[in-house]
């Protein structure tokens, strides 16, 4: 069974950084990536950026390209999400997800696609001050 402990979140003022760590466990030949989302309260949780186990495919939500950077340590089974010039608008929970293979259906993980995910963390909180 796969477990994820996301950690790293905290309280910053806007234009800082933070780095979230998400810690794999129980990763096999069937994961095939991770995701990070958020929640705000009284919000949906969206998307923001995704990354395949081998680092081939990644991507972003437009409200994060050019801000955050995701990243994977396959060796260390921990995925990375680097948050530059935070906004209060970045204010949320943060969470780590994991996708399974979708080979059955013969077709690629949809890495922004809530669905996709199998396994999620506990959710590290990010709150970001004016």
């Known amino acids: 069974q796969v477990h994820l402990v996301e950690s790293g979140g905290g309280l910053v003022q806007a234009g800082d950084s933070l780095r979230l760590s998400c810690v794999v466990s129980?990763?096999?030949?069937?994961?095939?990536?991770l995701g990070w989302f958020r929640q705000a309260p009284g919000k949906e949780r969206n998307y923001v950026a995704g990354?395949?186990?081998?680092?081939?495919?990644?991507s972003y939500a437009d409200s994060v390209l050019g801000r955050f950077n995701i990243s994977i340590d396959a060796v260390k089974d921990t995925a990375y999400l680097q948050m530059n010039s935070l906004e209060p608008e970045d204010t949320a929970v943060y969470y780590c997800?994991?996708?399974?293979?979708?080979?059955?259906?013969?077709?690629?993980?949809?890495?922004?696609?809530?669905?996709?995910?199998?396994?999620w963390g506990q959710g590290t909180q990010v709150t970001v001050s004016s």
């Open positions: 997800a994991a996708a399974n293979r979708r080979e059955a259906s013969n077709r690629r993980v949809r890495l922004s696609d809530f669905a996709e995910y199998d396994y």
């Open positions: 129980g990763r096999t030949a069937n994961s095939y990536g």
């Open positions: 990354i395949s186990w081998s680092g081939s495919r990644i």
